[in-house]
Antibody, heavy 120, light 107 residues
Framework: QVQLQQSGPGLVKPSQTLSLTCAIS??????????WNWIRQSPSRGLEWLGR?????????DYAVSVKSRITINPDTSKNQFSLQLNSVTPEDTAVYYC??????????WGQGTLVTVSS | DIQMTQSPSSLSASVGDRVTITCRAS??????LNWYQEKPGKAPKLLIY???SLQSGVPSRFSGSGSGTDFTLTISSLQPEDFATYYC?????????FGGGTKVEIK
């Protein structure tokens, strides 16, 4: 059974960096069949896919255009986890953030969600 | 980006009712369409993948159909635990976009 455990602060100041981590159990971040995604949800933007990292003989990343200049998703093979960094946040980035595994682009396992509020 | 439009945005139904939710893509996506159920305070749950395949463990009262640009999620006999918000998602191309959701409420 795959489990994803999210961690990270729930409050970030404007212009600073939002950082979240998703620890994986029951699968490997280096899996050749899975991808590791970050999604967020807010009343104004609904569900928004932010990006993913995946390994297919080498590491790849895909990012949503809306955040591409500000986002980094990194795998950490030593800890079997992956992370989200979103720079220069504004109140518009306030949302519930989820990590999720996808296989064949089917998002079958999700983290518990983290409410991140951007406020001074 | 591919835009996903769901209708209705909300509906009221009774236990035992047949419920149909539609999702339209702004361009051709073949059968690359998933459906998710979301309950308050919980992460979305995958119900249907590839437009019509039932995810393991999901009750058979849920079904999906469609291809191309028009898709449907049907709940054949609504149960109390089905009151939730449902989202479609296209997985044809990145960014992997979601519909705006359909909230199913108790009549």
């Amino acid at each position: 059974q795959v489990q994803l455990q999210q961690s990270g602060p729930g409050l970030v100041k404007p212009s600073q960096t939002l950082s979240l981590t998703c620890a994986i159990s029951g699968d490997s971040v280096s899996s050749n069949s899975g991808a590791w995604n970050w999604i967020r949800q807010s009343p104004s933007r609904g569900l928004e896919w932010l990006g993913r990292t995946y390994y297919r003989s080498k590491w790849y990343n895909d990012y949503a255009v809306s955040v591409k200049s500000r986002i980094t998703i990194n795998p950490d093979t030593s800890k079997n986890q992956f992370s989200l960094q979103l720079n220069s946040v504004t109140p518009e980035d306030t949302a519930v953030y989820y990590c999720s595994r996808s296989t064949a682009n089917n998002f079958d396992y999700w983290g518990q969600g983290t409410l991140v509020t951007v406020s001074s | 980006d591919i835009q996903m439009t769901q209708s209705p945005s909300s509906l009221s139904a009774s236990v035992g009712d047949r419920v149909t939710i539609t999702c339209r893509a702004s361009q051709y996506i073949s059968s690359y369409l998933n459906w998710y159920q979301e309950k308050p305070g919980k992460a979305p749950k995958l119900l249907i993948y590839a437009a019509s395949s039932l995810q393991s463990g999901v009750p058979s009262r849920f079904s999906g159909s469609g291809s191309g640009t028009d898709f449907t999620l049907t709940i054949s006999s609504l149960q109390p635990e089905d009151f939730a918000t449902y989202y479609c998602q296209q997985i044809y191309s990145t960014p992997l976009t979601f519909g705006g959701g359909t909230k199913v409420e108790i009549k």
